[in-house]
Structure formats: C-alpha cells, structure tokens
C-alpha cells in the first residue's frame, strides 16, 4: 500500500486585528504567537506552513553574543531592518510587518512597540 504524500499546511489570511492593550504580552499573543508560539520557541501553529524554521524568541541575546539588542529587535519587528531568516519567503517580518510600520508614527502603538520588546527580553533564556 503506497504512502499518502503529506501536504503542506497552508496559511488562512486575515486582516489584522487592532487590540486594546498596549501590554508586551497581549500584543505578543496577538501578533506573534501564531508563528512564534505562545512560549517563543518558534512552533506556532502557522510555523508547519512556512518556508523556513521560524526562530526561537528566547534565545535572541544568546544568539547575539549574550546581549539582547532591543533596539535590533525593534527594527526588525518593524521592518526596518531585514530579517536574515526570512520563514514566509519575503522581507515583511513579521507578517505583521506593515501593521507595526503603520503605528511608528501613533504614541499609543510606540508604547505597544516598546513594551513588546520589552517583553521578548523577559522571556530571554539565561
């Protein structure tokens, strides 16, 4: 009997969802965990689908010398800087790329940007 080949899942698109917190964790569920996972370790349930191995959030300073850049992870949340790994096959990291590059110019989402950060360091690996 001859094995079924195995699809690849594919990801459903939708509009992104303004939320009301500007809390790290709460934009980080909204945004980030559906690729990232709800622990950062990259297995969220879109990650099957995408090109690439999506990184491990929890390990960004270790990988960077033992220093979490937060102003290297604000640029590339944003888009600013280039993403090297780049898991959906283009440069809008995330995929959410041009929703966090729409709110640099709105107080509200700076704060939501600077606390995201914030909490992508307190879920750094020691």
Avoid at 42 to 48: D, L, R, S
Wanted: glycine share 8%.
């Amino acid at each position: 009997m001859p094995l079924l080949a195995q699809t690849k899942p594919q990801i459903e698109r939708a509009d992104a969802k303004s939320i009301l917190s500007v809390e790290g964790a709460d934009t980080y569920a909204s945004y980030c965990a559906v690729c990232h996972g709800t622990d950062a370790k990259g297995a969220g349930p879109a990650a099957p689908a995408l090109k690439a191995t999506v990184p491990d959030l929890t390990t960004l300073g270790r990988r960077h010398s033992g220093k979490f850049d937060g102003v290297a992870v604000l640029r590339s949340i944003t888009g600013e800087d280039k993403v090297v790994n780049l898991a959906h096959g283009t440069s809008d990291m995330p995929i959410w790329g041009p929703v966090f590059r729409a709110m640099r110019g709105d107080q509200v989402a700076a704060i939501r940007l600077k606390n995201l950060v914030a909490y992508l360091e307190s879920v750094q690996q020691k």
